[in-house]
Structures are given as C-alpha cells and as structure tokens.
C-alpha cells in the first residue's frame, strides 16, 4: 500500500509544490526532476513513478518552477533550459528529503527527463555524498556542462533508438561520466516513449538501476 502526500518546499525563488509517494517499508527514495514546460502532474514521470512504488520505492515528483514561474515559462519559454535554476532547486528538495523524517536515512535516487536530467546530474555532482543513483529518460545530459566530470553517482541513461540527436548527446556525455555509467537503447522508441511498451521498458530499467544502488538505504 501507498500513500501520497502533497507538500511544500520553501527555495530562495519562492516555494514549490510535490507530491510524495511512500509505499509501506520504503527502501529508497526517487526524486523526479521533470524536463522542457513539463511539472509534477507529467503522465509518464507518474506512470514510472507507479511502477517504482509497486518495487518499494519511494517518490518524489516535484515542481521545480514556482506556480508564477510555471505560468511564465508557459508564456515565454525562459525558465526551460535554465539548468543552473532547475538544479538548484532539485538540489533544494535533496535537502528537504534528507531532512523528512519520513525519508531522512533513505538512499536517494534521481530520475530526469530532458532539461531535467541535466538539472539531476548538476545536483548529483554538487552532492557526491546524498544521491546514491540518477536515471535520466530520454535525457539531455549535455547541458549539464563541465559539471558532468563531478558526478559520481551511477548513471543509467535511456534513450530511444528513433531519437537520433538525443541518442548521440547521450553518447558523447557518456565519455565524461564515470565507469558506472550506462547507456540503454529502447528499440523503437523516440523521444516521449510513446509506442507500445516503451515507457513499460524504462520503468524496468530504472527499477532495476534504483534497486542496485539505492534500495538499502544511506
């Protein structure tokens, strides 16, 4: 059985909202750091974030815009491809995670997804010691810069094999993440997993990659 909270989180920018799952004896805890105009309410983060919550883990699906932010983006586009903003606020909900007494003592894991899974692997490099895993579906990890050499957490990317430019980003980063690091090609696939079976094989994976590396806690 699961339970889902929705909380808030107080940043320097203003508060964000979440939405925390936690099943019954919750081994670890993913954060979601969502990608391009999208937020917690994402179809496919919750579909995966169901899935995760079904092996044990715990979720985090957070908004990483203010609700003003959020409503400007829509407008404008200009929080989007902030990678340095979104990070900071992934790394903010870490801290408030690492502080819950309902998730203090859990391992954390990051998953992202476009923009987002830079963000993810900014706030992994900047907190070597919390995130013990990140995924990063249909990712753009380029955008994470030189940052991407700090990382030391272990790094599943998912990519699908029709989304040719995504694919041959992550493949060029994959060079500068550590040896952990893996690269998963869903066949068939493009970039939202929306044909049949995708999104069911990336949440496999990244079960799969949470529950090696984060499912006996910190």
């Given at each position: 059985?699961?339970?889902?909270?929705?909380?808030?989180?107080?940043?320097?920018?203003?508060?964000?909202?979440?939405?925390?799952?936690?099943?019954?004896?919750?081994?670890?805890?993913?954060?979601?750091?969502?990608?391009?105009?999208?937020?917690?309410?994402?179809?496919?983060?919750?579909?995966?974030?169901?899935?995760?919550?079904?092996?044990?883990?715990?979720?985090?699906?957070?908004?990483?815009?203010?609700?003003?932010?959020?409503?400007?983006?829509l407008e404008t586009g200009?929080?989007?491809?902030?990678?340095?903003?979104?990070?900071?606020?992934?790394?903010?909900?870490?801290?408030?995670?690492?502080?819950?007494?309902?998730?203090?003592?859990?391992?954390?894991?990051?998953?992202?997804?476009?923009?987002?899974?830079?963000?993810?692997?900014?706030?992994?490099?900047?907190?070597?010691?919390?995130?013990?895993?990140?995924?990063?579906?249909?990712?753009?990890?380029?955008?994470?810069?030189?940052?991407?050499?700090?990382?030391?957490?272990?790094?599943?990317?998912?990519?699908?094999?029709?989304?040719?430019?995504?694919?041959?980003f992550n493949r060029e980063?994959?060079?500068?993440?550590?040896?952990?690091?893996?690269?998963?090609?869903?066949?068939?696939?493009?970039?939202?997993?929306?044909?049949?079976?995708?999104?069911?094989?990336?949440?496999?994976?990244?079960?799969?990659?949470?529950?090696?590396?984060?499912?006996?806690?910190?």
């Open positions: 059985m699961s339970v889902e909270e929705t909380v808030q989180i107080e940043t320097g920018g203003g508060e964000l909202e979440g939405d925390l799952g936690l099943p019954e004896g919750a081994k670890g805890v993913v954060l979601f750091a969502h990608g391009s105009g999208s937020g917690r309410h994402s179809p496919r983060n919750r579909f995966v974030a169901g899935r995760l919550r079904e092996e044990g883990l715990a979720t985090f699906l957070v908004d990483l815009l203010t609700a003003g932010e959020a409503a400007e983006d200009r929080f989007r491809f902030d990678v340095e903003l979104l990070a900071e606020r992934v790394v903010a909900a870490t801290r408030w995670l690492l502080k819950d007494p309902r998730t203090r003592g859990l391992g954390i894991g990051y998953f992202g997804a476009s923009t987002g899974a830079a963000a993810a692997l900014v706030a992994a490099a900047r907190l070597p010691d919390a995130v013990g895993a990140v995924v990063s579906r249909g990712g753009r990890p380029d955008l994470a810069g030189d940052e991407l050499e700090r990382v030391r957490s272990p790094v599943l990317l998912i990519v699908g094999g029709r989304d040719v430019a995504v694919l041959e980063a994959m060079r500068r993440l550590p040896p952990q690091t893996r690269l998963e090609v869903v066949p068939g696939a493009t970039h939202l997993f929306e044909e049949p079976g995708a999104l069911e094989e990336v949440a496999r994976l990244a079960a799969g990659w949470f529950a090696r590396y984060i499912g006996g806690g910190r």
